[in-house]
């Protein structure tokens, strides 16, 4: 299955049916009077949340939704029937904008959550409901009223709990590989990973939701490499997990080209609370890795962790260390409810 994290849909709810214009004329009956019913009202476009998804991709083969008409009203007070409503189905972290792109719809976090985008017309009134005491035969009715159209934009984020960052090739894939059950492709060239990675990393009886997106180099905010379209999947990130590759020329200068991207992108992502760790610490030499832990902790002004995504070594301290900060606000489900468990006990 294909990645899509963005797609353009075209909506419309359904037209209210017509009231109808009808007299009951019946042998035998002498009064027979204004017997038209009311048109049915239409259907709504109504977009649901639901679990099992975590791609756009069934908005790619299709992008037109309209929702059912109104019924028309008939005679002998017969009523139309409602329009049946069409529902949209898409992943946790959708979030709806208006065709400019800007304008926010609606923000999709949580299971089972749903939201109506256009309402059906309401049906039009028969001429049986405007009879009284004083128009006992009135020849007129209501037409329904008509449904709304728009064009909207899909946008995923997805939900996790601590994101993955970092320039290609610096060990992301290998750490979530180490870390969780997701199996990324991992290759000796950068942009191995093309789009967006989720896994579960559990640790000390504790779950997280962990997110590795692709690399990102120095322009990325100007479209060089891939972009950095894929921020948007670590905006809702409790922490970031910056990794810095040992092996590179200067871990520093590595470090702030992250941090610049991630400036130019938006300043709510730059203020999340980040652990700086230098990964592939056994593929260099001690002298080596003591020179580039003294220049990534001058660029970071902290000191910063040591973890190798292939021997494991460190990998545990990293993982309580993202632990702690997600224990405080998690976001996704699975980090709620081991927050919420109660402690095992005999």
Known sequence: MKFLDEAKVYIRSGDGGNGCVAFRREKFIEFGGPSGGNGGKGGDVVIEAVDGLNTLIDYRYQQHFKAQRGTHGMGKDRHGANGKDIQLKVPVGTQVFDEDRETLLADLTEVGQRIT????????????????????????????????????????????????????????????????????????????????????????????????????????????????????????????????????????????????????YAESLAGKREIVALNKIDAVEPEVLKEQVKRLKRACKATPMQVSGATGEGVPEVLRALAAIIDEAPVSTKAQGAAGAAPWSP
Do not use: M
């Not at 728009?150 to 060990?171: E, S």
């Not at 060239?189 to 896994?199: A, C, K, N, S």
């Not at 640790?203 to 180099?217: H, K, N, Q, S, T």
């Open 117 to 264: 985008l256009a309402k059906g017309g309401n049906g039009g009134f028969g001429n049986a409901h405007f009879k009284s005491s004083t128009n006992r035969a009135p020849r007129h009715a209501n037409p329904g009223q008509p449904g709304e159209e728009r064009w909207l934009w899909l946008r995923l984020k997805l939900i996790a709990d601590a994101g993955l960052v970092g320039l290609p090739n610096a060990g992301k894939s290998t750490f979530l590989a180490a870390v969780s059950a997701a199996k990324p492709k991992i290759g000796d060239y950068p942009f191995t990973t093309l789009h967006p990675q989720l896994g579960v990393v559990s640790i000390d009886g504790r779950e997280f939701v962990l997110a590795d997106i692709p690399g990102l180099i120095e322009g990325a905010h100007e479209g060089a490499g891939l972009g950095d379209r894929f921020l948007g999947h670590i905006e809702r990130c409790r922490v970031l997990l910056h990794l810095v590759d040992a092996t590179c020329e200067h871990a520093g200068k590595a470090y702030k080209t992250v941090r610049n991207e991630l400036e130019a």
